[in-house]
């Protein structure tokens, strides 16, 4: 019912800044809640960043500061704005999307490469 796909990822400086998008095939009201995730080789999928309905924010502590989640509900898009990359933070990220009366879905992922 809904389709999440990524884009903004690329190559980037430690220190540098990428934003990441994440576009919806539907309204991005209907989604209770949306958060950006990051996979490492070898690693699990870890959050980053989540955002709800309402506007409620949270971060990783690693990334506080530094990283903004955002969205433009006229686009049906999610952002997140990451500055001062770190090489460790090489990952592809992904954009999931929690919906109002059910479902969770995932994007294919865009990959972050951070070089030092």
């Known amino acids: 019912q809904v389709q999440l796909v990524e884009s903004g990822g690329g190559l980037v400086q430690a220190g540098g800044s990428l934003r990441l998008s994440c576009a919806t095939s539907?309204?991005?009201?209907?989604?209770?809640?949306m958060g950006w995730y990051r996979q490492a080789p070898g690693k699990q999928r870890e959050l980053v960043a989540t955002?709800?309905?309402?506007?409620?924010?949270n971060y990783a502590d690693s990334v506080k500061g530094r990283f903004t989640i955002s969205r433009d509900n006229a686009k049906n898009t999610l952002y997140l704005q990451m500055n001062s990359l770190k090489p460790e933070e090489a990952a592809v990220y992904f954009c999931?999307?929690?919906?109002?009366?059910?479902?969770?879905?995932w994007g294919q992922g865009t990959q972050v490469t951070v070089s030092s």
């Open positions: 539907g309204s991005i009201l209907i989604i209770k809640a």
């Open positions: 955002l709800t309905r309402g506007g409620s924010t």
């Open positions: 999931n999307g929690e919906g109002v009366v059910a479902g969770n879905w």
